[in-house]
């Protein structure tokens, strides 16, 4: 265990690994709980959905038990999804030097014992979303399709971030449905631009491990666009900003929840201005980044929600 962490896909003195027991810290590693950056990615759709059908709505902000609990299904989901990654990836992960240290091809946990541990997450995920509305709760299931392929498509085609993105962005169906119990308009471009900008943050990660993936086989953006990752992702990024100021447009929010897209517009601009494709650490930081660029539009749309809705303006 102690050559495990010293490899470059462990965090080193995060709270994770400083105090959860020594049986456990191997699931923890597994679930990613170490690095929060994958929930929070997750969490974006869900949440910017659920605030722009808050605020549509007429709510002055949305609803704090909802907002907990796709903050716990968020965590859950994406843990239950990296045990699964890991089970399909072994052999993979076994090859590649920042990977061959996780808990599965380490052999600290059995393909059985992750199994085991996938369907608890998976448990707590389907209690959450039990808490929803009917329709929600369908449109919740109806997601484990897509989560199921992701970790194959890599083998198969360059455009594995699509896919990702699939699944990634499910919750900008979960935040509106949770509101008004019917999907529109608004709900299925959050969708599409959540799927866009998967492409864009994951393609930037890809970067890191470029020349390892090449040597196992495995197929990424980041492959595909090589040299001309910067204007390909200059074109997704305002594919991104373009989809998502139509939702709001037709959510028929006031213009705070603008204000916030054009920081989110920003923030992207700013990751392609300092982008250096050669440098890994660069890429990670740049990928992290986003948490905070969708901080930024969610912002925006509740303090344009308690403005409108709550009589302050």
């Known amino acids: 265990m102690t050559e495990s962490a010293s490899l470059p896909d462990t965090v080193k ?25 994958g929930w929070q990615l997750l969490l974006w759709p ?3 959905s659920l605030a722009l059908a808050s605020d549509a709505a007429g709510y002055a902000i949305p609803n704090p038990w909802h907002w907990l609990l796709f903050l716990i299904g968020a965590v859950a989901m994406r843990g239950a999804g990296c045990v699964f990654n890991d089970i399909v990836d072994k052999d993979l992960d076994a090859q590649v030097y920042r990977t061959r240290g996780r808990p599965i091809p380490s052999g600290q946990v059995t393909r059985r014992q992750a199994a085991v541990f996938m369907v608890i997450l998976s448990l707590i995920g389907l ?64 969708y599409a631009g959540s799927i866009l900008w998967t492409i864009f ?22 492959l595909l666009f090589g040299p001309r990752t910067k204007p390909i992702l200059s074109a997704f990024a305002t594919a991104t900003v373009a989809v998502l100021a139509l939702a709001t ?7 705070l929840a603008f204000l916030g897209l054009g920081g989110f517009a920003a923030h992207l601009a700013w990751q392609i201005k300092v982008l250096d494709i ?7 930081k740049l990928f992290r980044s986003n948490w905070h660029a969708g901080w930024i539009f969610f912002l925006g749309i509740v303090a344009d929600g308690l403005v409108r809705n ?4």
């Open 127 to 190: 209690a959450v979303l039990l808490q929803f509305n009917r329709f929600t709760i369908i449109m919740g299931l109806c997601s484990l399709l897509v989560v199921a392929i992701y970790p194959f498509m890599k083998r198969i085609t360059y455009w594995p971030q699509f896919v990702l993105g699939l699944a990634f962005s499910w919750g900008a169906f979960l935040g509106w449905t949770s509101v008004f119990g019917a999907l529109a308009w608004p709900a299925l471009l959050i």
């Open 278 to 284: 050669a440098e890994p650490m660069v890429c990670l």
């Open 13 to 37: 003195g995060h709270w994770v690994e400083r105090y959860s027991p020594a049986w456990f810290l191997p699931y923890a590693r597994m679930a990613r709980l170490e690095r929060p950056v």
């Open 46 to 48: 869900c949440w910017w």
């Open 201 to 222: 943050y994951d393609t930037i990660y890809a970067h890191q491990d470029k020349e390892d993936d090449v040597l196992v086989g495995i197929k990424s953006t980041a």
């Open 310 to 313: 709550a009589g302050l303006f």
């Open 249 to 255: 447009y037709l959510a028929g929010v006031g213009p």
